[in-house]
């Protein structure tokens, strides 16, 4: 069975320090890989998707960025956080053809940037 | 880009049948419609997929209408348990697959 990782589960870092948060999947091959973030009490803003190994496209003009070097891993990043980087951040992997996908999410990562 | 629009919240009793209903007037012909729950510090969950007409599993029942413009999820019997978000996607234009502001289901004992 397919299952996914995301850590860390909470995360507390100052104003202007890097941020490095990682996602791997098991149990599939070439899946699709997002990264969401959710502000308290909003909805789920897609941030980034990637369909294959180094091929990463962004939805949101933003201070962070996103890699994929191997298969099943996706890694989101910061040089410099910002208040503004705050939030409740998803990674997930979809499974099915375009347009019938079903996502499957991580378990999150809560960052307060301070 | 498949947009969807929803209720940004509903209110039941426990027993009560639920129906959340989300518009989602730009679906492509191959998009499918897909439901998903999430409780409060987690990830958004699978509930439901269907294409056309009526799909039932063991949680729900999704009714989508000939123009599937719209669709309709119905929670039997809802419980305390039940209480939480709501979201439809209307399938994804180039693999991006966006949530809208979901429902927020309360149900009261």
């Known amino acids: 069975s397919q299952t996914i990782h995301q850590w860390p589960a909470t995360l507390v870092q100052p104003v202007g320090s890097p941020l490095s948060l990682e996602c791997t999947v098991e149990?599939?091959?070439?899946?699709?890989l997002y990264w969401y973030r959710q502000a308290a009490g909003r909805g789920l803003q897609l941030l980034f998707y990637s369909v294959g190994i180094g091929q990463i496209s962004s939805e949101v003009p933003q201070n962070l960025s996103a890699s994929r070097p191997q298969d099943r891993q996706f890694i989101l990043s910061s040089k410099k956080l910002l208040l503004s980087d705050s939030g409740f951040y998803l990674c997930?992997?979809?499974?099915?053809?375009?347009?019938?996908?079903?996502?499957?999410f991580g378990s999150g990562t809560q960052l307060s940037v301070l | 880009l498949a947009k969807t629009t929803q209720p940004i919240s509903m209110d039941s009793y426990e027993g009560q049948e639920v129906n959340i209903t989300c518009s989602h007037n730009?679906?492509?012909?191959?998009?499918?419609i897909t439901w998903y729950q999430q409780f409060p510090s987690q990830g958004p969950r699978f509930i439901i997929q269907?294409?056309?007409t009526k799909v039932t599993n063991e949680v729900a029942s999704l009714f989508i209408p000939a123009d599937r413009k719209s669709s309709t999820l119905s929670l039997p019997r809802v419980s305390l348990s039940d209480t939480a978000v709501y979201y439809c996607?209307?399938?994804?234009?180039?693999?991006?697959?966006?949530f809208g502001t979901g429902t927020l289901l309360a149900v009261q004992p």
């Open positions: 730009n679906i492509a012909t191959n998009d499918y």
């Open positions: 996607l209307g399938g994804g234009a180039t693999n991006k697959l966006i």
């Open positions: 149990g599939t091959s070439n899946p699709n």
């Open positions: 997930a992997w979809s499974s099915g053809l375009e347009g019938n996908e079903k996502l499957f």
């Open positions: 269907g294409y056309k």
